[in-house]
Structure formats: C-alpha cells, structure tokens
C-alpha cells in the first residue's frame, strides 16, 4: 500500500501541474505509477468538459474557447509529455545515427529549429481544430486525454526500452510478470471504459453519427502504430521521450479525426 501511495504521488509530481514531489524517482517509488497516469487524462476530460458547457456563455467568438481547448491540457500536465514532443522532433529532424538521436533524446537540451517550429505548427493546428469543432464533438474527444496516457503506459509495459535508455522509465515497469500484466489490463479497462463513454455521448448528445467516436478511437489506433514503428526504427526501442511525442501527437490526431468524421457527408 506505501508503494501504491507513493506511485500516485510520483505520477501526479511528473505529469502534471501538482507541486512536485520529493520523492526519488526510483523502483519502489515508481512500480504502480503508470497505473494512475491516465488519472491526469481523467482530469483534463472533466476540465475539457466543463469549459465546453460554460464556454458559449461566456465567449462571443471561437478564438478564445479554442485557445483554452489546445493550451489546457498543455498546462495541466505541465508540459511533461511537451517535452518528450520537442525532444523527439528534434532527433528525428536530425538524420543522424541512432545513438546520437538517443544523445539528443537524454542529454541535448538545446532545442533545433525544426522542434522549435513543429511545436509552433502543432499548436497552430490545434487552435484551427478546435475552432472548428461542434461543441457536442468536444464530449467525444475529451476522452482522448484518457486513451492516449493509457496506451503510452502499455506502450512502457508491453514493448522493449531503446538500449541504453537512462529515461528513467526503467523504474516504472514492475519485477513481476503478473504485476506488470494487471497494470497493463488496468489501463485497457480505461481505455474500454473511455470508448464506451464515447459511443453513448454519441447516441446521447446530437452528434450526427457513431463515426465520430470510431474515427476518434482508429485515429488513437493509428497514431499508437507509428509511435511504436517509430520508435523502434530510430531508437530501437521507446523511450519516455517517444512516450511524450506519441501523447501529444495522439491528442492532435484525435480531433483532427472527430473533425472529418463531422465534415463527412457520408
């Protein structure tokens, strides 16, 4: 039970906006933390959701309520998976051999251009989306905050680490096969449980088609693929760096998906 509690602290110090912790970040403080990292996504759904009741009685136009949707989550993790993004960008925008993209990844902290720019970009396109987006498709697309923690967790669980990976994320995968195998179910119950949500609010609220939902979650499904694909081409194994790039690309992607599913006129 001490090692859960401190997993729950350690999850919420590293991946979000709470005070930071002065735990070590070490085996017995980090065995249960990928189970309570999708709890972040929890909290940014909620959040998500409340602003989309409020926002149209408080905004006359779609600029601010956009902003607030693309910079929120952002600062509610306190940029933690932000930082995986950048740092990923910036090696994979180098060309270079594998063991100096993992320089990059760990020891680098001078940011390229082209992160620099991609980061701008993704922000960019965020704000156009959710500027776009029907109120009601922000019900749907706010579980995917939830989805896409959960899958980077089983991401940490499931596949192999990059060689000489001093991410620490080492720490978060337990000794035991059957520990690590209930974190792993753990997190597919959130994703269930987030898919299913999904697909009510479609048939509760007046969003058009169940293909908002499905896009929404093949989208996720995807963007997982290439992440993992990735990871192993150009570092050959995932890191928390990766992690973060597929987090922040997930929640790009994810409404993007919602988006043309709206626009679709099939």
Not at 19 to 42: D, Q, T, Y
Not at 168 to 195: C, E, G, T
Request: charged residues 15%; proline residues 5%.
């Amino acid at each position: 039970m001490k090692s859960i509690c401190r997993s729950f602290i350690m999850a919420f110090s590293g991946y979000s906006m709470s005070p930071k912790s002065k735990l070590e970040r070490n085996k017995e403080n980090c065995s249960s933390i990928l189970v309570f990292i999708p709890l972040i996504g929890v909290i940014i759904c909620v959040i998500i959701n409340r602003w989309a009741v409020l926002y149209p009685y408080m905004c006359d136009y779609p600029v601010l309520p956009a902003v607030v949707g693309a910079v929120v989550p952002t600062i509610l993790s306190a940029g933690a998976h932000l930082d995986g993004f950048f740092r990923t960008t910036d090696a994979l925008s180098s060309h270079k051999s594998r063991a100096e993209k993992l320089d990059i990844l760990h020891k680098d902290s001078h940011g390229g251009y082209s992160a620099i720019i991609m980061c701008v970009c993704t922000f960019l396109i965020s704000v156009g989306i959710w500027s776009e987006m029907p109120i009601d498709g922000i019900f749907v697309i706010a579980f995917g905050y939830v989805i896409s923690r959960a899958l980077y967790s089983i991401s940490v669980l499931l596949f192999k680490h990059a060689p000489s990976d001093n991410s620490k994320i080492v720490y978060y995968v337990p000794d035991s096969a059957v520990a690590k195998w209930i974190q792993i179910l753990i997190n597919a119950v959130y994703i269930v449980v987030s898919a299913l949500l999904m697909l009510k609010i479609v048939g509760t609220f007046s969003v058009p088609r169940p293909a908002v939902a499905i896009a929404c979650l093949i989208g996720a499904a995807a963007v997982f693929v290439y992440y993992i694909i990735m990871s192993y081409k150009n570092f050959g194994g995932i890191t928390e760096e990766s992690g973060g790039f597929f987090v922040v690309l997930c929640e790009v992607i994810i409404p993007i998906a919602a988006l043309a599913a709206f626009k679709s006129p099939i």
